[in-house]
């Protein structure tokens, strides 16, 4: 494979054999050296050297006085001479950006600087001399620019583009805050320096120290740190001379009367120190689609050919494709933003804690450019210290499918408030579903947990079967009623009682975990169990694996091309709460009841060692026991739960909650909830299908 130069690369030396211009010189060049005479004549060009009258010089060589020959700088479209072993080879610039216009066009025949009579450093870019080589340029730098999506890969490729080929340094100055949209900005124009670039003083383009013949004496504060010369922060002040060169839009040069005014302004005091004399800094604005939102400083070295009219166009095409770039960036940035927001809105912020059960989850969208999904998950208490745990998949990840998740998991969670079955909930959700349009279709799984009698209620709405991972590492896909999605409508469904046995571990899960273009669901969900069963393998058949680690491993089981689909996992594992810790008791509605409340909360505490609550339960239990039995007809239960914390349930028929107010000094009554509200750790009412549950919660140290 062979490198042809181009118009706006250097040639590199040498000529490749299979070269079709190198072959066909080749001969005519054996031919001159036989003979003693010139091969072909030097092709002229208005910009370069010419030769003496009547004389030729080979295609991209020289001779000295002895009859040797010397590398000479040949018209750009001429053959490279050869080049012997361990010369340096200049790297072409990057990018396929045409080199930089500099000092290569003020170098003499010789291959030296006229100015300095110095020789050029290796690997110094050739200049763009034609309006071609502008036009490459500027299509480069453009792709570059656009290849960015965010603000800061934006920025940096216009500096990429611009150092070393178009300018020596860059500042870049954008507006803080950046203007999002339509939206007009309150207060001042302040801009902020958000990124400087330069050419180091001390290596070339290679990245290789200069030998000391070579090197270049610019002004030494255009090389230095700009950011340290120039301020950080400056405000555009309303008729300003920064002001009018920004509402102008077109770039000027830094000598020209308006820019020398708004310069100091934009720098700063003694920030002018980086901006070298003559027309060698161009201040270009930024403007967006509807406003300026920034500007550019292009500087280059004193030591380098001065800008001219057609770079003022350059520069102007930079800054417009920069600043049209860094407005869709900062809209991206703003759609990412109410994206995230909204995903996390819509999903629980922290899990609760209930009484028996622990709680982890996990959530992963799509892909990152569609952050918003249909999934959902949510652990919900009920009473008696039973929790809710749901799992939804709404069809699609868009913004419509967020929005009916919202309403959907809103519907679901007022509906575990009524302490409806399984099945009622999910029939509901479907006529919700129908409610909000035809398409609307969803599929869920809906699970109720008691920790004292270690049960749990399913039903399924054609969602993926949980898996039980029990504690001596046995996983198992448990047999649920299938069921139609949410949204058919005129569909029965089913719910399934199972045991939850202390220790284990249920996995509720959507499709995007088990299904992918890869594999089906059934497939999916034996790799899962599987995997659950690994994992439990490792801590050993006496304890189960953290519940965190464990959410982890299972999300390690996708592989490439298995992320599809939105994921949403939760995890409870079953403590459960031990027969020994629960006392129950039913008390018929009489006057009598209060009493034997507070003799049997009295026994239970002695049992428990837990003698010094016996005051505070006792006159708890006795006011909350006596508005229950003052309008229930039938009989009042009462349960008490010893946990991390001690608990009291007291429940009813009569479905009217209790509302804390506060006492008159003449009311008989009405200092029940208060009292409880002024003792208990935290309390509550509950409305049953069948009645309400009055609970309050005391520590137990």
Known sequence: MTEQPTSFERPQPGVDP?????????????????LGTPALPAQARPDGPSSGPGTATPCGTGTDGNGKELPVNGPEHSQPAATEPGTHRPRPAPEAIPAQPGADQERSPGGQERRTGRGLPPGRPMPMRRDGDRLRFVGAATRRIARGLDLDEIVMGLCRATVPTFSDAILVYLREPLPVGDERPSGPVVLRLRRTDRIPQERDTDGVLLPPAFEPEPEPSVLADLSSLTTELCEVRPGGAL????????????????????????????????????????????????????????????????????????????ATHSALGIDK??????????????????????????????????????????????????????????????????????????????????????????????????????????????????????????????????????????????????????????????????????????????????????????????RDVWTGIEQLREKLAATAQLTGPDHPPPLEALCDEVLDMLGPGDRDDDIALLAARFDGVAPSDVAYWSLEPEDSAPGQARRMARQALARWDLEELTDSVELLVSEVVTNAVRYASRPVTLRLLRTDVLRCEVGDDVPQLPRLRQARATDEGGRGLYLVNKLARRWGATRLSTGKVVWFELNRS
């Open 18 to 34: 299979a070269e079709a211009r190198g072959a066909l010189l080749r001969p005519q060049k054996q031919a001159a050296q036989q």
């Open 243 to 318: 002001n009018e060169v920004l509402r102008g839009v077109r770039p000027v040069f830094a000598d020209a009367p308006a820019a020398r005014a708004a310069l100091p302004e934009l720098l700063g005091e003694g920030g002018e120190a980086v901006v070298p004399g003559g027309q060698r800094a161009i201040l270009a604005p930024l403007r967006g689609r509807r406003r300026v939102i920034g500007a550019a400083l292009f500087l280059r070295r004193p030591d380098r050919l001065a800008f001219d009219g057609d770079d003022l166009l350059v520069a102007a095409q930079l």
């Open 329 to 518: 960036a900062v809209l991206y940035g703003r759609e990412a933003y109410i994206a995230d927001e909204l995903q996390r809105t819509m999903l629980p912020e922290t899990l609760p804690r209930p009484t028996g059960v622990r709680l982890a989850s996990r959530y992963l969208p799509a892909a990152e450019t569609a952050r918003v999904g249909g999934d959902w998950y949510d652990a919900i208490p009920l009473p008696g210290s039973r929790v809710a745990l749901v799992v939804g998949d709404v069809m699609g990840h868009s913004m419509t499918s967020a929005a009916i998740m919202g309403q959907l998991r809103t519907t679901a969670q007022t509906l575990a408030g009524l302490d409806l079955p399984p099945q009622e909930v999910l029939h509901h959700l479907d006529e919700q579903a129908q409610r909000l349009g035809t398409d609307r279709m969803a599929t869920c799984l809906y699970a109720v947990y008691d920790p004292v009698t270690h049960r749990i209620t399913i039903a399924n709405a054609g969602h993926p079967p949980p898996v039980l991972l029990h504690l001596g590492g046995r996983a198992e896909v448990l047999r649920v009623p299938p069921g139609a999605p949410i949204g058919v409508g005129g569909v029965d469904f089913e719910a399934v009682e199972l045991d939850a046995p202390a220790g284990g571990t249920l996995l509720l899960y959507t499709d995007g975990l088990v299904e992918s273009r890869l």
